[in-house]
């Protein structure tokens, strides 16, 4: 198994996710079509810079309180952070609402963020809802289905588990990147392999932008361009 060390995801924090897609697409070009949020998303703090880290993983519902005794819903949220604190660092909470419609009860809020960004947490990823969006914690990238008030009957279902957020799907220990564009699942076997790609990439576009930004610009300068590129190796 692939082992990264914290300056591979210091390399990938570096990069926005679009960019970390593009190069999906050249070392994993069989994911070209899946494992990337594919709605828009609501992002708390839009400015933040991207974050990539191991998936924690987790279902809720919120639409109807739990059916489980309370202490045994009690033992399941200890355990549950017990799973956030025990895993690799940094880490990525990815959320999945099992609720119809989703986003009826906030799990994400004040008291999550602070709780999950002292566990070793840098951002959250869910269909659900989230609100607190003044008093969360400033440097924790959160991104979610909407924005709503009340967190109603919000309660675990499982975790430690696969959860799917709009087309993202991820289990404990996945590598997750994400930013304000969305999020977005990088195989740990070319994770190393990104840098290189992303800046091969820089130079192919590099001869269309420049050209793209003269003067006189015209199709006959994008042709050169075009074909100027693909040399590029």
């Known amino acids: 198994m692939t082992k990264l060390t914290e300056e591979d995801l210091a390399a990938l924090a570096a990069l926005d996710t679009p960019t970390v897609c593009n190069a999906l697409e050249l070392v994993a070009p069989e994911r070209r079509g899946f494992g990337y949020t594919t709605k828009p998303m609501v992002c708390a703090r839009p400015a933040l810079a991207p974050i990539v880290g191991y998936a924690r993983t987790a279902r809720i519902r919120a639409k109807t309180p739990p ?3 309370g202490a045994v819903m009690k033992q399941q949220r200890l355990d549950y952070y017990r799973y956030i604190d025990e895993g690799p660092k940094p880490s990525i909470t990815v959320i999945q609402d099992l ?8 799990f994400w809020g004040e008291v999550q963020t602070h709780v999950h960004k002292g566990l070793g947490a840098v951002g959250g990823v869910t269909n659900g809802s989230f609100r607190d969006v003044t008093d969360s914690v400033r440097d924790f990238n959160l991104l979610g289905g909407e924005v709503g008030p009340s967190h109603a009957w919000v309660h675990l279902v499982d975790f430690d588990c696969q959860a799917t957020v709009y087309g993202l799907t991820v289990v404990t220990d996945d590598i997750v990147h994400a930013d304000r564009h969305g999020a977005v699942m990088i195989p740990k076997d070319v994770v190393k392999q990104i840098p290189a790609m ?36």
Request: no cysteine; net charge negative.
């Open 67 to 69: 059916q489980r005794d």
């Open 99 to 106: 609720d119809e419609p989703t986003g009826f009860g906030a």
């Open 198 to 233: 992303v800046e091969l990439i820089a130079k192919r576009e590099a001869k269309i932008l420049d050209a793209a930004k003269s003067p006189d610009f015209n199709f006959e300068m994008l042709k050169s361009a075009i074909g100027a590129a693909k040399e590029i190796h």
